[in-house]
């Protein structure tokens, strides 16, 4: 069940709480009391896990039950079907003790309770991780320092995204349900069905997941709080297929419909304002390619220019504001990637034209030398880099740390491969030589 999942994005384990006894002793026409009550969690969430009742009928559901109940759905009370061993809690208050009852039902007759107790307890910070799709389709997690081998959590990932406890979460095949894989490596749980998906999942840091509904197009919200799913932005009409939406780490959803005579850009705060306005771009018309946004609600944009040139530059729209504006005036390969209070920019040494890389007359330094870091606040500096090539031209995403470590891909020789560059730029270091997309750190 997918509930309040109140991120404090920790590692560290909590109390766990033992059985205690069960109130009552079942009759024969209800169940004894579920088997092997545990619960864990860190922060101010907690997972609720048991075992099928030992005697009794045939069961056809579960009742679990949070005391206190403050600031949770359903009073604090879950109804779950005969198939779940588990349950999610989020929202408790640190240094609070909370005592969960786990009930079997059966017939319409509850059988009594085995609970628990568990008091939430302080966690310490946990190092965000690199999430990322292999060749083969698979979630791959790699440590941020790029020292310990990568891990692989999900197969069939395409769409995927993580929250920051590092659960990660997929559109199933058929795009009517979200999966869940457990940052613990626990089994795979359907958190959500009924839906009408895309495979492009969103999620910021509260937890809460997004997606553009296949069936009227609307950005959609499947909120932590266990509500059921929302619609919290809107593209208009779109008329030339260029639209995006971008979520950021705070939660301000962005739905961009571009077209040759502006954008039309419909932003929603993480509070739940909205507000819709048209952006220019001041020259040629160009084709979105991807879309991030900061926690102000600044935009970055990789989008194509229509001509041979092969252009494929960075612009940025400031939060508000009503025109979208280049870094800079020369062309260059440039790598993106975007925190919540930055972008960071990998630009080559020199540039050349789509159409002379075609005709063979494109010897030019396309090594990554230097890197643009353009803050939420309006300020600039340029790093140097070493050690990294570009690859093909394109919109080019990759993912940053929120110390400013920056994750690309680069998707051909010399220089092919995952590859890692420092906050304060320097040497590039190579992660792995494989390839991998969508990256994303979390």
Request: glycine share 10%.
């Amino acid at each position: 069940m997918f509930k309040s999942m109140l991120t404090i994005a920790a590692a560290a384990a909590l109390v766990v709480g033992g059985a205690l006894p069960a109130h009552a002793a079942p009759t024969p026409s209800t169940p004894s009391a579920p088997a092997s009550v545990k619960v864990t969690g860190s922060g101010g969430d907690a997972d609720v896990t048991w075992g099928a009742p030992r005697t009794g009928p045939r069961v056809t559901g579960y009742t679990v039950t949070v005391t206190p109940a403050d600031s949770q759905p359903n009073k604090g009370v879950d109804r779950l079907p005969a198939t779940a061993r588990w349950d999610h809690f989020g929202a408790l208050r640190i240094g609070t003790t909370y005592t969960f009852a786990v009930r079997a039902v059966a017939a319409k007759r509850t059988g009594p309770a085995a609970t628990v107790q568990f008091t939430a307890k302080a966690a310490a910070p946990t190092p965000q991780s690199l999430f990322a799709l292999d060749a083969q389709g698979s979630v791959v997690r790699f440590a941020t320092e790029g020292t310990a081998p990568s891990t692989t959590v999900a197969p069939n990932g395409a769409g995927y995204t993580a929250d920051d406890r590092g659960d990660v979460f997929v559109p199933s095949a058929d795009r009517t349900s979200i999966v869940m894989y457990p940052a613990s490596g626990g089994a795979a749980r359907t958190v959500a069905t009924g839906l009408h998906l895309t495979a492009d999942l969103r999620s910021d840091v509260a937890g809460n997941l997004y997606w553009a509904d296949s069936v009227s197009g609307s950005v959609t919200m499947l909120p932590i709080d266990g509500t059921a799913p929302r619609v919290v932005a809107e593209f208009g009409t779109v008329q030339y297929s260029k639209h995006a939406f971008a979520v950021s780490r705070n939660g301000i959803v962005t739905a961009y419909n571009n077209s040759p005579f502006g954008a039309r850009v419909e932003q929603r705060t993480a509070a739940g304002v909205t507000t819709v306005r048209t952006v220019t771009y001041q020259g040629v018309y160009p084709f979105i390619g991807a879309l991030q946004s900061d926690d102000t609600g600044n935009l970055y944009l990789s989008v194509t220019q229509d001509g041979p040139g092969g252009r494929f530059p960075w612009l940025q729209v400031k939060a508000g504001a009503s025109a979208a504006t280049r870094f800079s005036t020369d062309d260059a390969f440039e790598y993106g990637a975007t925190n919540s209070t930055s972008l960071r920019l990998l630009q080559s040494a020199a540039w050349c034209s789509e159409a002379d890389e075609r005709s063979g007359n494109c010897s030019i330094d396309r090594s990554l030398a230097r890197e643009l870091v353009a803050g939420a606040d309006g300020s600039q500096q340029t790093l140097p880099v070493t050690g990294i090539t570009a690859g093909s031209r394109g919109s080019n995403v990759g993912a940053s740390t929120e110390a400013g470590d920056v994750f690309i891909d680069i998707n051909r020789a010399p220089s092919a491969g995952l590859w890692r560059v420092p906050a304060a730029g320097g040497a590039a270091q190579q992660v792995a030589a494989a390839q991998y997309t969508r990256l994303l750190v979390i």
